[in-house]
């Protein structure tokens, strides 16, 4: 096994699958099963889940919402989408624990580490809601934090592309995509992988990162399994 404990990075939007917004139930199953056929294979798996599905705070402070009272939305929008995939992933059979940075007692746990760490050691998902618990932070540096808190050897960043490009290769069919880059070069080159904070962050704490697309059925078990998917960030 290439990687004993993951964090899994997945964006709100990711559970649209083809409606406009919200959750796509077919698509929260689909996601399921591939996490499900990680954990079989005794691999650790705690997730971060973004909430641009339902709402993105920035998006609200630029139609003249405050910008705090939004960043706390998005919070709640994670916190809903953490409980859609407990429960599509307790329908397979995967125990879990979901775990908020803003106190709600009755639907999850408070973040605590020690906690978290037990849970993965036990062989449960844990979803990590609520973003850090701070506006002005994004949820991928919330991905970040807590795969530094509880030492995961790798950030799986699933998106709707396969890697890092040039470009976009949604726009520019003459994109190419690196297999490796560097923390530095990725700078240099102005790519947008994750936002500056948590570039810095997963940086800082030699986290390296591995941009994937998620919505290839069989991606996610053959990266674990050490294939050459994706694009990594190293030092």
Same mark, same amino acid.
């Given at each position: 096994?290439?990687?004993?404990?993951?964090?899994?990075?997945?964006?709100?939007?990711?559970?649209?699958?083809?409606?406009?917004?919200?959750?796509?139930?077919?698509?929260?199953?689909?996601?399921?099963?591939?996490?499900?056929?990680?954990?079989?294979?005794?691999?650790?798996?705690?997730?971060?889940?973004?909430?641009?599905?339902?709402?993105?705070?920035?998006?609200?402070?630029?139609?003249?919402?405050?910008?705090?009272?939004?960043?706390?939305?998005?919070?709640?929008?994670?916190?809903?989408?953490?409980?859609?995939?407990?429960?599509?992933?307790?329908?397979?059979?995967?125990?879990?624990?979901?775990?908020?940075?803003?106190?709600?007692?009755?639907?999850?746990?408070?973040?605590?580490?020690?906690?978290?760490?037990?849970?993965?050691?036990?062989?449960?998902?844990?979803?990590?809601?609520?973003?850090?618990?701070?506006?002005?932070?994004?949820?991928?540096?919330?991905?970040?934090?807590?795969?530094?808190?509880?030492?995961?050897?790798?950030?799986?960043?699933?998106?709707?592309?396969?890697?890092?490009?040039?470009?976009?290769?949604?726009? %520019?069919?003459?994109?190419?995509?690196? $297999?490796? /880059?560097?923390?530095?070069?990725?700078? &240099?080159? @102005?790519?947008? #992988?994750?936002?500056?904070?948590?570039?810095?962050?997963?940086?800082?704490?030699?986290?390296?990162?591995?941009? %994937?697309?998620?919505?290839?059925?069989? $991606?996610? /078990?053959?990266?674990?399994?050490?294939? &050459?998917? @994706?694009?990594? #960030?190293?030092?």
């Amino acid at each position: 096994m290439h990687y004993k404990r993951v964090l899994l990075k997945l964006s709100g939007e990711a559970l649209m699958g083809e409606r406009t917004h919200g959750i796509d139930p077919k698509r929260l199953s689909i996601y399921a099963e591939e996490i499900k056929q990680v954990v079989e294979k005794g691999v650790e798996v705690a997730i971060v889940i973004g909430g641009g599905n339902i709402f993105r705070g920035v998006a609200g402070a630029s139609n003249g919402l405050d910008r705090v009272q939004g960043d706390y939305m998005g919070m709640l929008a994670t916190s809903i989408n953490g409980l859609a995939l407990q429960s599509a992933l307790e329908s397979t059979g995967i125990p879990t624990r979901l775990q908020s940075a803003i106190k709600m007692e009755q639907v999850a746990e408070p973040f605590i580490k020690r906690r978290a760490v037990r849970h993965l050691e036990k062989g449960r998902v844990v979803i990590f809601t609520g973003g850090t618990g701070n506006p002005f932070f994004t949820t991928d540096t919330a991905a970040v934090l807590r795969a530094a808190e509880i030492n995961a050897d790798v950030i799986l960043k699933g998106t709707r592309v396969d890697g890092i490009y040039t470009a976009d290769p949604e726009k %520019f069919k003459d994109a190419i995509k690196f $297999n490796n /880059i560097s923390y530095k070069e990725v700078m &240099d080159k @102005g790519l947008k #992988v994750m936002d500056m904070t948590a570039f810095t962050l997963s940086e800082e704490n030699k986290l390296p990162i591995i941009v %994937f697309d998620m919505n290839t059925p069989g $991606n996610l /078990i053959k990266l674990i399994m050490g294939e &050459d998917i @994706g694009t990594l #960030v190293e030092n």
